[in-house]
């Protein structure tokens, strides 16, 4: 496998700014790193905050240039999109019931959106976004950052070469357990707003990180859902959404599928893990072990496949920076969305096209995941029937 | 942990027959290698298969005395219990189908039925059986072997000691691949009876292995079902019964649970696996590596709790043999629940009781284990309705 | 695979008798239990103790007729040598200073000798009880234990297959910590004995547990020793044998090798693991979960062979009892090496050869194992110089 | 725990410039990913490659600007000495045996040094560059990348805190693969100049990764090593170098410990693996699963102690970026030395003082560990004969 991941010619960097992510929010340092690993971007500016005076500390202490930095995300776009060297893309990482409104503001512009999971709240949200990313010149990536790591394109690269045959089953979870007591309660500030309805839509554990499932389980088996069945169940006293997601899948095609999400299981940190079984084999990743694969073609013994080890192949080594054995992780997976955004964005300076090969989640995927958020609330309010997404 | 597992006092060995398990047969090995491994049964008569000639020439095969050899069942269960020193207690060893009728004849001579999994195949002779066997001055063990380990033991009296709180969450599963391609047609003679519902009963895999999955979990939660909902798919073309099996669960007092189950998983061999998590933490365990619990207290790093380690507790050690380190199995699990059926009939010789440590399960619990696989055949027929238990 | 391992036909079962392992004895109970698992043997006379009253009582509690309870060894080797039923073989499970002296009057009248590691405590007996065990006319087998182990037998026929190619590497490694404080000092039993040397022998844990890690080096790669230097070290003060050893191993034919061995390791039961490294591929296996093997063929993906799954060949299968997915352990191991025993013990019955397949460690592996320790006692007294074996 | 390791406070961005790294070059890359990731510095000027012209190439690749490319380094170092923006820092990526020369260019300029292990090829050019850094104004940071593991500084931690008690034994093994065959035959690059003695020194894998296991050993642990006994092997014909080397250490205060390094063990990629073991508790660490941290006090269970979670300290929290259950690896252990340099030098900038807390590998360090590979080639030219370090 050649590795051939890193990219860091620099000429051309993408100006970069950013909505959300001031002092203390830990996803906007996420952001800001994953831009910085291959070098091609470079942040000149930002509404780091909804507070205007938090915003502009943020600003100064990112040591943004005076003149960039903004109390509200409106000014942003505005004068951004006016300037002849303004931002040609926004990172918007608010909480999840600002992503419309920032998102619009600066597609109408023509400033491409890196924005973070899931697409929105609500389902009507999510339709007028994936509208606005149609709409737009401008392009629209969705940070669903399990799709970024290596061995997640591998799966996926297997899954579609066949090597598994036709899919039978596909098994996603996602068990924290951070909110196995009312953290909410204590003012702590992503338990807040995690558990709002206001601030977070419909799904409490099934829109924070049952999507990330959901997603993930689409994006390696390559599968459409058709209906599902949910026991969403809301476990400590008194929280608003539920914390907790018991889920059946039915594919077209006839695969079937379960999905778990929970915050209330103790022992789990973030154990994301996706297992998907055909005709021909199975395939198990674990996010917590993300350079690991294993692989069994039915009635050969199981593989461990490392990312840039035998039996690792294009995919993921496009998007793979050092050699086997030496663990890539969370940063690397965001970044390499990043890294994908700006492929697309360095083509279409000039317009290019992108290779197929070039692969990142879009306000369409965004809006299937809101879809199947809205769909398990709704089954899940009749008992758990079985319901079909309003994509 | 004082390690009291083994019991070899022989003075007094129960006179034991078996019907079923002739040559070839997996189970009936097991069980007579599971009645060995602490000597307290004599294993002396047998009506070891369907047919009268298999029946006598393994009967010789396994050294038994020619007139202890029968052609078949009846006249076993007729003559021994007249025999002055005729058979104690009889293992039932046979297709599913033929458990009701076997041990009926047995239990109504007080002669004590140790009866492999599930209790039928079906739930009116479940029903049936479950009467007889309360109606029998003998006593009637299920083996569901899995509850014979140690660690499983210490899974259980944590749980019952209230170190995870109030349970929240059950997730079992139980994959294999076997079936993945259509091995019955090959003549395999134990694909041949698991997917015939004349000799299986109603359910496929959920009765072959979900049913372990559901007790398994039920043993350790100490928790009783209220509903399930179920999705239940045959994958492999031509197959009559189901060979994948997904069970949404709520059970009494609010707790959820999901269980899996499934043949056509390619590269599960027999990947048995319980999650617990409860309001003050959670406990994993995996049959492939029976030795090792995984016990997080919420809020503390994960632990490993050793089968006769720290932190491992009376109710291992009294069913464990070496100390820790060296691994016990499933034979070992297995004889458990023949010492333990052991340690009841020597007492029920003399009248005495049994403390409450002497755990196995018993009709009651194998009803409850072909009624959920009734409900999981109802639910799965009404598109996965939510459906009680019918016991 | 076909699972052939099992073998219950009883016309002929071995008469077989014990010296040592009477109440309390750790070991006793486990040979007894490995005795019967295959149904082979019938135990029947016993001199379990070196105290007369302990021998006899020991011997009631395990239900041997009072007249095949003896007060000592040699008066049970006197007469059992001369009854017309007596014991065809015997199990001596004493400490080692006691293994020569009893294991030559079971062998000088021709009863064969199932012996507990390692062959004596010093080198000089040893020579003697080989040369013994060579002028006798019975067999002499050494439980080895983990030689018995499906998935070694795995890997011994891998080696020898060639598919590591040319072997440059050999590690093995048995850390346990149960001595990390003077547990000696408490009066515990088995950390009495196995820390004096006068009837441990000049080896502490090298004796104990090193010669385990060497002679499954040995069995395994085929290797025969050119010479090692040692660095043993003793850290609990008071003790007067190592508690920890440090080996560098050269082998004929030039591969090399480590060797740990200590039982002051916090966090190690019995971590015995056995790597080998070939031109080829490379194999892992590990005591705590004996039914996995790994394997890499050189240049691709590691692959897991699992007891009976696929890629597991006759040598495993002959030597399993139960399907893929259900873990076989310890006492299994130990069986298989009774089992063994038996074919070669039925066989000479008529003088008929046993096959190749047949394989148990001999006095002469004995010997090799106790010249090992011997070496590395030397070495370690002569400051780690490299030193060959006096065998 | 509090996470504390981003910095991304602008001003007053460090200037770097880069010996070394050119294209192809994996490691340059590496540093230059992490000298980005928590945007401490500005990479402005290389010296890329030992060709003027594939130098030039390659810093326009880079997008450095004209005239911060040089031909040479000694240009560069003479230049950038000179320039009121010059560089403050610059980080060498070359082969061994040009870590010298590079260094003593830019110290003798007062400009900091970031370089990469080992610090030479040859115990006296360490020497001499050991004192050249005493010597200088200058910061000397060595990028042994494995103590910026924020779980190797909560072992180093640990140990320092007693929780382990006195230390007893040090286990420390690297072995991977990719050397077994001659691959350096074919012309690859990395093989190519790894297994030279002109660019390596006199050690081969013993200097590549057996530095590395050296140097983890000693920073956790706390140890100072009295004498070893090495036995290096060259297993591929006609290599120069060793490729698979076996020591067993002595360390001051009677710990002893054993260390493996290879590059010839097939199925290992870059298994680096440390443990130790006190009079109180064992600590096991993996670079593979870097994240995790085993702990088990002596008589309790094991204890899974993960990056941020449940007893994760303060010195991994504050080189810690993402909550716990995200996987950071081998990039970001990497960027904690960078971050920690930049600590450094920002106070050096006003003549601040550190704090203890802020932890690099010095000059001195990296003597030790060239020491360390001079005594394993004089002991294993003396055949495994003790001896100790020429430091």
Redesign the interface.
Known sequence: MAITG?N????G?IRLGMVGGGNDA?IG??H??AS????HYEFIAGALSSTPEKAIASGK???LEEDRIYPDFKAMAVREGRLKSGIEAVSIVTPNHMHYPVAREFLKRGIHVICDKPLTGTLPEAKKLAKAARDSSALFVLTHNYTGYPMVRQAREMVAGGELGKI??V?AEYP??WL??ALEGTGQKQAGWRTDPARSGAGGCIGDIGTHAFNLACFVSGLTLDSL?A?L?T?VEGRPLDD?A?V?L?FEGGA???L?S?Q????????LKL?V??????L?WA?????HL?????????????RG???SGEAAGRVS????????????GFANLYTEAARAILAARTGEAVGAEVVYPTAEDGLIGVAFVDACVRSSAR??A?VGLNA
Chains 1, 2, 3, 4 share one sequence.
């Open positions: 890193r860091e010619e620099r000429t960097r830990f340092a996420v800001r790193i910085r690993i291959d070098d202490a990112l040591g039978r089953l098994h924290q357990d196995t007591d069945a026991d169940t476990f907790n018991h059946m039915r079937r599928g379960m778990w929970s209330v299981a103790p022992g789990n940190e973030n154990a297992r079984y055909g005709t021909k084999g199975g198990e996010q917590e072990h993300p350079n294993w692989f069994t073609p039915f009635g050969e013994p199981k593989r461990l496949i490392t080890g035998a039996g920076r050092i050699p086997p054995g030496h663990p890539e992780g969370y940063l690397e008992n758990g079985w």
